[in-house]
T-cell receptor, first 116, second 113 residues
C-alpha cells in the first residue's frame, strides 16, 4: 500500500537461523504493528510499537523480537526460525493508537516466509 | 477477553445476488468495529468502520454494515455482488486495552457466474 513497504516480499530460510523482516513507512505515523496470517487463524498480533524504542507484546510474541530505532522503520526478528513460524507476515501503521485510530490501520503487502 | 467470530468460513454467491457476511463480537463496552477485505496476494484494505452514532454505516465499493448491540453483531452486506468482490473478508474489533485490533478468522467469498 502507498506509504508502507515490507521487505523482503518472499524468503526461504533454514530452521535455526535468525531472520529479520523490515517494515518501512513514509507516513510519519506513530503506531506500527506486526501480524502473522495463517489459514484458519486470521491475523494475530505479534508485537506493536507506539513510538521510537517503545514496543509491546501481542498475543503470539514468543520467538519474536522487534526494534524501532527510527519512526519510519519497524523490524521483526525471528531469533531462531522454526517451521511453525512459516507464515505470511503483515505490517500495519496507524496515525493514532488504539481506539483513537479512527481511520483504522494501513497494511503492507506482506512477507511470505517459509522455514525449511 | 475480546473476541471476534466469523461463523462462515466460505460463502459462494451468484453474481448479482445479495451478500451478507456475519460477524459476532465479544466486548463489554461499546466496541470499535471494522471490516477489511483482502484480495489474493494482497494486504488488507479497510471497507468500513463503526465507532458510535448511526448503526448503519456505509463503506467503499458499495458495502454497508449494521451494528446491532442486542445481537453483538456487525454484519456486512452488499445488495448486488460483482465478480471482483471475490476475496477474503475480516471483521475486527479493538482489544479492551485499546492497543490493537483483534481479527476474526475470516470469510472467503467466491462469486459464481
Amino acid at each position: 500500500d502507498a506509504g508502507i513497504t515490507q521487505s523482503p516480499r518472499h524468503k526461504v530460510t533454514e530452521t535455526g537461523t535468525p531472520v529479520t523482516l523490515r517494515c518501512h513507512q513514509t507516513e510519519n505515523h506513530r503506531y506500527m504493528y506486526w501480524y502473522r496470517q495463517d489459514p484458519g487463524h486470521g491475523l494475530r498480533l505479534i508485537h506493536y510499537s507506539y513510538g521510537v524504542k517503545d514496543t509491546d507484546k501481542g498475543e503470539v510474541s514468543d520467538g519474536y523480537s522487534v526494534s524501532r530505532s527510527k519512526t519510519e522503520d519497524f523490524l521483526l526478528t525471528l531469533e531462531s526460525a522454526t517451521s511453525s513460524q512459516t507464515s505470511v507476515y503483515f505490517c500495519a501503521i496507524s496515525e493514532s493508537g488504539g481506539t483513537g485510530s479512527h481511520y483504522g490501520y494501513t497494511f503492507g503487502s506482506g512477507t511470505r516466509l517459509t522455514v525449511v | 477477553a475480546q473476541s471476534v467470530t466469523q461463523p462462515d468460513i466460505h460463502i459462494t454467491v451468484s453474481e448479482g445476488a445479495s451478500l451478507e457476511l456475519r460477524c459476532n463480537y465479544s466486548y463489554g463496552a461499546t466496541p470499535y468495529l471494522f471490516w477489511y477485505v483482502q484480495s489474493p496476494g494482497q494486504g488488507l484494505q479497510l471497507l468500513l468502520k463503526y465507532f458510535s452514532g448511526d448503526t448503519l454505516v456505509q463503506g467503499i465499493k458499495g458495502f454497508e454494515a449494521e451494528f446491532k448491540r442486542s445481537q453483538s453483531s456487525f454484519n456486512l452486506r452488499k445488495p448486488s455482488v460483482h465478480w471482483s468482490d471475490a476475496a477474503e473478508y475480516f471483521c475486527a474489533v479493538f482489544n479492551q486495552a485499546g492497543t490493537a485490533l483483534i481479527f476474526g478468522k475470516g470469510t472467503t467469498l467466491s462469486v459464481s457466474s
